[in-house]
DNA sequence: CAATAAACTGACCAGATGGTCAGTCATTGA
DNA sequence: TCAATGACTGACCATCTGGTCAGTTTATTG
């Protein structure tokens, strides 16, 4: 987490002399971005207010100034650090392992991060369904090799007779979409189709029926 | 479609007294209704201007609120219309079809739907997703019944063996989210997935992906 | 205990934006 | 042809909001 990047630059002229970042600095660049995506996560980039960010961090707005050059940079400090969440879940996916274990460890691994990060992660979500506009060519670059890496290992296991065939990248997004409805679910979608407040028991049922009727059916039974 | 709600109603003192509406104001409003839906889906509520409304329709501003009191009656007015299409694919459920078929007919109506109309469908799965603050309660009230029917009608096929026992509502969820995300695959998820343009064939593919992975799997192989 | 740097903030500003309105032009029905 | 109503619009306004800044307070350090 490279915080040193989205801070007004001109505020610490020789970061080198101070390996220590102030304690007071610390945590409130902590705060204002916990609240920022809190907000940023329900409301998206326009309908958030630095104002409702301040308020909701406890500082004066001025003082989100005094740590970010701009609501932008706030914006961009939280997607760079989800990026890397990204292909946390997908680093199950390796060629050694069984398709079945790989992909349900994948599974599991998603709906666990939403779980411990539901704004991070409706945050980036959204973001993605809104075309990326804060995201960086190599932010994109990076995503698209990650998931282009796992397709070749489906592929490989397809190859094998390991895995029914099946389009790899079709594959990922139902499970992408699947999981990150469920993350998603404290929202109204949800209170639609009666899955009200999300129990843990809840997220067992859903990595259960993701397994069963996704991954059940691409895995051939010996 | 019943656009008299969501007009200044001021404007038509005698609504009975003249069967029928203006033609030039039906056109006008069926732009700006057009302009608006496209813009809303992409940028959310909040991230629209209605100066671009206007532009976007051809229009001056200030004739914008000729026909509509506000942005927001704008934007419940596209809502309204779009809460009868979130049945229309669910008809397909029907407790006398055979359950392969009617899920296989409700997913390809799903994202047939969603390919002729994809602004309007965006924007509903957006609104949807943000917790649905501009839906009523009456709306609400409304998509829960409409989904609890189909819940009971796969609970009666799983009861006769006709289907695997799955909970219904997941496998809803998994139905939904996976032809949704399809429908909003122009946009960068599917870039990082290299699922670029959907073409008529993509959308095939798409469809028996979803087919063989999930229905398949629930589906007992009399 | 200076003195230097970090942390903080009230007050302010420029531009944007939703919305209004008084008045003009066009259409239509008698 | 002539009201009367519908359609339209330039100009305007109140408010909001991202962002600035000059100056003050608090912490750190030699």
């Excluded at 971005?33 to 998206?44: D, E, I, P, Q, V």
């Excluded at 079945?100 to 994948?106: N, V």
């Excluded at 990060?117 to 980036?124: D, T, Y």
Aim: charged share 30%; with cysteine; net charge negative.
């Amino acid at each position: 987490m490279q915080l040193e990047d989205i801070m007004q630059s001109a505020d610490r002229p020789l970061a080198s002399q101070r390996s220590e970042v102030g304690k007071i600095r610390r945590k409130n660049e902590a705060e204002i971005l916990r609240a920022a995506t809190l907000l940023f996560s329900k409301n998206g980039f326009q309908g958030v207010r630095i104002a409702e960010v301040a308020e909701e961090a406890g500082l004066p707005k001025a003082n989100i100034y005094y740590y970010f050059t701009s609501k932008e940079a706030i914006y961009t400090g939280i997607l760079r650090k989800l990026i890397s969440g990204w292909d946390e879940a997908l680093e199950e996916i390796r060629a050694d392992r069984e398709p079945r274990e790989a992909l349900e460890a994948y599974v599991r691994a998603k709906l666990d991060y939403g779980r411990r990060n539901p704004e991070e992660s409706r945050l980036f979500a959204a973001e993605l369904q809104s075309g990326g506009p804060f995201l960086s060519d190599a932010d994109r670059e990076h995503m698209r090799e990650a998931t282009d890496k796992r397709v070749t290992i489906v592929e490989g296991w397809i190859a094998n007779g390991r895995m029914r065939p099946v389009n790899p990248r079709h594959l990922f997004i139902i499970l992408w979409s699947a999981t990150q409805f469920y993350i998603d679910s404290d929202k109204l979608a949800c209170d639609a189709l009666r899955v009200p407040e999300m129990t843990d028991d809840d997220y067992q049922d859903a990595a259960a029926t993701i397994l069963e009727t996704v991954i059940g059916s691409v895995i051939p039974t010996a």
